[in-house]
């Protein structure tokens, strides 16, 4: 692919669902496919059993409380749903409305632990087992819905310590704020208007031969037109969606999978990279008139170059690789998964 | 000022300029006087003359063209303005107009030498040659505001490897876009609807006394009300006014102080961490019923803490020190500056 790469010219793309530009700049890139991580994650000597680590079996006494485990009532439990010790909000606060741009720290801040062996990371799992942490996603989510008093819950994963993760046994975390943030009312805003020019849902168009990675029976996984970090991935059902947890048990195996697939191409394509994944979904109290450009998606970004001050000052992003050429070294990386 | 943080609950604060929630957790902190960067940016042993740097004075002919130098016309140099040799944006292709979400990556990005000696930092300068920087940048916008092409100039520096800079020897940067970013459209739309309720502009009503570090004849520093990365500072001028490129050589002697000062105090505080700084101007061809709310500034982020996923899905940040502690913390820190 190489080759055109090098005879590219830098290209501005308009990124309509998170309203940004980004630049498309080959001259300040390598290879694609040499755009491997230098901070790979893992220990070289994994330790199948840290004796210090509170989310191994065994040590449940050390963690703050439980909320769920998978399966019901078992020592021998795969996934552990806890709440966070160091919450960034707290369950405890009385809710406040907001006076002077100030509101309490009102919210839920839990931790789903993944595995109950350290050193097993996230796709080292069998699929269904991903599968089972999406389930438990869905149905910590499904619980935090049910509180009247929040608005928008963001299910998250930071990988490695470079992406944000202090603990390194296999976990992801879910925040329920009592607050639609501005970011994810500007990302149906952005959406809204694609609706209103084209008739159309801009996620359920988002795919084209050239970006698409892999498929399964409900998703397709893409590199973004205007991915705004190189070998972006964005994980989108095929079907119009506005809620991640209205998944299924059968559609929630099947996202594992390719969730699965994605994670395992992202680390041997890139060295191990550290990498973030979000799931985008809508806020709790959509209007019905939001329903028709509302889709929920995954955004998993793996951190191979740092966001510098003209990221931060313009909110323009610059990537040194086209989405077409990461989508191609990641379509065509060899992987079989069980 | 620890035990008051200790105490604190954790809040929810609207900032009102960036359109986003910050949420200040002290549960996640060490005192904010603890918060030194863990990675600091200068080479223990500083070599004086790196041997193979191209922004040395004598090696210019191994740099991208020269767009001017300061003073002029003398081998003995003391700021050059040049172009990037790896640019984002292309000065030579032709620009285009929005076709399908893309536009041509046409676009100027400059580089400011800001010493011609190796090893010296920002900081390391006497308030007049910051000064002088300053007005480099201004010389050097007021070029690029009069090519018609233009719609906003991003000024902004990175300091330390983590924090985006390439290149050890100091040096700022600036990129010229065809478009206004939408990020900085968001930005004037949040001052605006301030402007709107209040009838005042958000930024002339920025400081008080809690939040002030230090103060100019013209301008002010302060830790942002709900800043979102912790220690994060911002110098505002003290009169409304839109745009940098407008500023004098009084006021930027002036500004150039301040920084110095504002650079000096959080390398001595936190360990010399690795930063970005960014400066906020207004788009070239603002409406004049802009003029009212749009006020520039200068925002300095340290890199102390990683952004993970909470914040690239939700755009809610994480700030584990409030903005009055990070203030105190800085104001009393003393410094003298020639």
Not at 226 to 248: G, K, M, Q
Not at 271 to 294: C, E, K, Q, R, T
Request: glycine content about 6%; some cysteine; overall charge negative.
């Amino acid at each position: 692919m190489t080759s055109s790469a090098s005879t590219r010219q830098p290209e501005i793309r308009k990124d309509a669902v998170f309203n940004r530009f980004v630049i498309f700049s080959p001259a300040r890139s390598r290879r694609p496919s040499d755009f491997k991580s230098h901070s790979p994650t893992k220990s070289p000597n994994p330790n199948p059993k840290h004796l210090s680590c509170p989310f191994c079996l065994g040590r449940e006494h050390d963690c703050a409380p439980e909320i769920f485990r998978i399966p019901r009532d078992t020592d021998d439990w795969k996934i552990r749903v806890i709440e966070n010790l160091y919450p960034a909000v707290r369950r405890d606060l009385e809710p406040s409305s907001c006076c002077e741009g100030v509101v309490t720290g009102f919210g839920f801040h839990d931790v789903v632990i993944e595995t109950p062996v350290h050193g097993i990371h996230l796709p080292d799992l069998s699929q269904a087992e991903v599968g089972e942490v999406v389930l438990a996603y869905k149905e910590r989510v499904c619980q935090l819905a049910k509180n009247g008093l929040l608005e928008y819950v963001q299910v998250f994963k930071n990988y490695g310590a470079s992406a944000g993760a202090s603990m390194t046994h296999s976990h992801s975390q879910i925040i329920g704020l009592p607050l639609v943030p501005p970011t994810v009312s500007a990302r149906l805003d952005s959406l809204k208007e694609v609706f209103d020019k084209s008739g159309k849902c801009g996620l359920c168009e988002a795919s084209s031969e050239d970006i698409l990675i892999n498929e399964s029976n409900y998703f397709l996984a893409i590199v973004p037109f205007a991915a705004s970090f190189p070998f972006e991935v964005w994980i989108v059902p095929r079907e119009h969606t506005s809620y991640f947890h209205d998944l299924n048990e059968q559609k929630a195996m099947d996202f594992g999978g390719l969730l699965k697939l994605i994670l395992t191409k992202l680390s041997k394509q890139l060295n191990d990279p550290p990498y973030n994944f979000m799931i985008h979904s809508s806020p709790f109290h959509l209007p019905p008139s939001h329903l028709p450009f509302a889709h929920w998606f995954m955004q998993i970004v793996p951190q191979l170059n740092v966001v510098g001050g003209f990221e931060i000052g313009s909110g323009c992003y610059i990537n040194p690789v086209f989405p077409e050429d990461a989508a191609k070294v990641l379509r065509e990386v060899h992987c079989t998964i069980n």
